[in-house]
């Protein structure tokens, strides 16, 4: 798994140097000390990090070991979340951000059999304000408010 991880790694920071790249290209704005291209620049920084811990790693000989492959009921549980991922997309359209990531996160830990009814609920709740407040206040970005405008 050396030879393996070490073209991972590489090739991550490939495309973290494309996505740093990328995003630098995106419009400024003069209201806000940070605008567009902030995030998805701090992203690629984080990506390009781990690439090179990764890198180090293997270069060090504490490479994981190469130990299972995935099975055909794994492959599959993957490609239904993936493609409740691209559901919860279109929706967010629809219902609005905040809703329709309480939906979809509610989804996706009864697809992945999370236990306790409560749990979830308050999870998907909690999750879905923090990180619309995030949005909303602390980045300034707009999101989709979908038919659902006048709840948040």
């Not at 494309?18 to 995030?39: E, K, L, S």
């Not at 809703?99 to 609920?121: E, K, N, P, Y």
């Not at 999101?143 to 405008?149: A, D, E, N, R």
């Amino acid at each position: 798994m050396k030879k393996a991880d070490i073209g991972v790694g590489i090739g991550l920071i490939v495309l973290s140097a494309w996505v740093f790249w990328q995003a630098h290209g995106y419009r400024q704005t003069v209201i806000y000390v940070y605008g567009p291209n902030f995030f998805p620049q701090v992203l690629a920084v984080v990506m390009a990090i781990c690439a090179l811990v990764l890198i180090f790693q293997a270069l060090k000989g504490k490479a994981l070991p190469y130990t299972d492959r995935i099975d055909g009921r794994g492959f599959i549980r993957t490609v239904i979340a993936i493609s409740m991922s691209i559901g919860y997309l279109l929706l967010m359209q629809v219902i609005g951000f905040a809703m329709s990531t309480c939906v979809f996160l509610f989804v996706l830990m009864a697809f992945l059999r999370q236990q306790g009814m409560v749990i979830r609920i308050v999870s998907c709740v909690a999750v879905s304000l923090i990180v619309w407040s995030i949005f909303r206040y602390l980045l300034v970005i707009p999101i989709p408010t979908g038919m659902l405008s006048f709840t948040f």
